[in-house]
């Protein structure tokens, strides 16, 4: 009696499978010219790390600066 319940509980997960889809190249995500070609800068130049770490810096520093700046004026 519960060997029928489980098989009946364990049908429909059963007849589940692993399914993909093809990639759908009309998405805006999907670039026939390659996965950088949307981005507003060129990640293949030659100086492109350190002027991506210096945006990091400044950016976080910034803040920092600012409330610094504002403790000790006047």
């Known amino acids: 009696m519960y ?3 489980i098989a009946r509980a364990a049908a429909p997960a059963a007849r589940r499978t692993f399914t993909t ?3 759908q190249m009309a998405s805006p995500f ?3 010219e390659g996965p950088r ?6 990640t293949q130049t030659r100086f492109f790390g350190v002027r991506y ?9 910034v803040p ?3 409330a ?3 403790t000790y004026k006047n």
Not at 37 to 42: A, D, Q, T, V, W
Not at 53 to 60: D, E, K, P, Q, R
Request: hydrophobic residues 45%.
């Open 68 to 70: 610094v700046w504002q």
């Open 64 to 66: 920092f600066g600012m």
């Open 3 to 5: 060997s029928r319940a």
């Open 30 to 32: 999907h670039y026939p």
């Open 37 to 42: 070609s949307n981005l507003p800068f060129n």
């Open 21 to 23: 889809t093809r990639s």
């Open 53 to 61: 770490w210096l945006f990091m810096a400044t950016g976080f520093g």
